[in-house]
């Protein structure tokens, strides 16, 4: 099975940056979407962005213009750059990966990391 491993949480003041960082072990070659999912403190998982092995991309409406996602497809590790934070952006952030199936939110992913928390304090 696809391993996910996440890096790159921590804690930060608001308009502060992190850059969290994905990397997929095994079987990699079946992987055509990854995304990143968080869950805020006492609410349910949402999806932040997603990413094809196309490069298509999408993103959260709530941090267009703040956060960048990218793929080094080679490797199958993924990346997000978050600028801009705001306490509203804490919370536990997960890695998901998924063979063919479309890439959106509410696909089935199939594989997902253990999450790296990410605190934003005002």
């Known amino acids: 099975q696809v391993e996910l491993v996440e890096s790159g949480g921590g804690s930060v003041q608001t308009g502060g940056s992190l850059r969290l960082s994905c990397a997929a072990h095994r079987f990699t070659y079946t992987i055509r979407c990854m995304a990143w999912f968080r869950q805020p403190p006492g609410k349910e998982r949402e999806g932040v962005a997603a990413?094809?092995?196309?490069?298509?991309?999408s993103y959260a409406d709530s941090v267009k213009g703040r956060f960048t996602m990218s793929l080094d497809n080679a490797k199958k590790t993924l990346t997000l750059q978050m600028n801009s934070l705001r306490p509203d952006d804490t919370g536990m952030y997960y890695c998901a990966a998924g063979g063919v199936d479309g890439c959106y939110f509410t696909r089935d992913f199939g594989y997902w990391g253990q999450g790296t928390q990410v605190t934003v304090s005002s």
């Open positions: 990413i094809d092995t196309d490069g298509t991309r």
